[in-house]
């Protein structure tokens, strides 16, 4: 069993920061790619930004320059601090891991979410 939680998040001000951290933790080899993802009720779920094992990073056009990525492969953590915030960033933030795990007759990757924490940007 894999779990990821998340931590961070809160209300600020539009100009603001804040930051969110995520942690696996559970049975598995190893944690490959991890991300983080947003949705607004009503809309579908997106993707805010990527990180794989070896540091590279992935950013959506609506946080580049103003989010970082990074992670810490020691703790099976990463973690996304926000910058410059606006009120288009409220949603809820969901962190988003491809985890090697073991069955009766393989090794496969799964991937796996966090629950979820709100972020409240007000104008």
């Known amino acids: 069993q894999v779990h990821l939680v998340e931590s961070g998040g809160g209300s600020v001000q539009a100009g603001g920061s804040l930051s969110l951290s995520c942690a696996a933790s559970?049975?598995?080899?190893?944690?490959?790619?991890m991300g983080w993802y947003r949705q607004v009720p009503g809309k579908q779920r997106e993707l805010v930004a990527t990180i794989t094992t070896s540091g590279s990073t992935f950013y959506a056009d609506s946080v580049e320059g103003r989010f970082t990525i990074s992670r810490d492969n020691a703790k099976n953590a990463v973690y996304l601090q926000m910058n410059g915030l606006k009120p288009e960033d409220t949603a809820v933030y969901y962190c988003?891991?491809?985890?090697?795990?073991?069955?009766?007759?393989?090794?496969?990757?799964?991937?796996?979410w966090g629950q979820g924490t709100q972020v409240t940007v007000s104008s």
């Open positions: 988003a891991a491809r985890v090697a795990v073991a069955t009766s007759t393989t090794i496969r990757g799964d991937d796996y």
């Open positions: 559970g049975t598995f080899f190893s944690v490959h790619a």
